[in-house]
């Protein structure tokens, strides 16, 4: 079976509150590590409508509000929850892992 994936460690899950979101830079990569409840999720840190950092931003539940224009995402899924925001926000798969945050992105 040929490995078809890389998987990236972002931070410490202790890095990241429960209902809290952070900003985690890679080589290529920058992005938003949420914490909530036993879960953690990661998508793009910029929003899609423009120039807002959604680690700047207000996480509610799974929703994250920009705090630019005050659209909204699900950051389960990357769907728009409230406009003005159009685009999908990109989502990252989350890895099982005991003490770290770890992503799993196509290999190019
Ligand atoms: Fe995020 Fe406009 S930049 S809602």
Redesign the pocket.
């Known amino acids: 079976m040929s490995d078809t994936s890389n998987l990236i460690e972002l931070c410490a899950k202790d890095d990241v509150g429960d209902g809290e979101v952070i900003k985690v830079e890679t080589d290529d990569l920058e992005l938003a590590v949420y914490h909530v409840g036993d879960r953690f999720y990661v998508t793009d840190n910029?929003?899609?409508?423009?120039?807002?950092e959604?680690s700047e931003?207000y996480l509610e539940g799974h929703v994250i509000e920009?705090?630019?224009?005050?659209?909204?995402f699900d950051i389960r899924n990357g769907e728009v929850v409230a406009?003005?925001?159009v685009l999908k926000l990109k989502t990252y798969k989350v890895v099982d892992h005991d003490s770290a945050v770890v992503i799993e992105t196509p290999q190019d």
Do not use: N, S
């Open positions: 910029m929003c899609t409508h423009g120039p807002g959604l931003g920009c705090d630019f224009h005050q659209g909204q406009p003005p925001c």
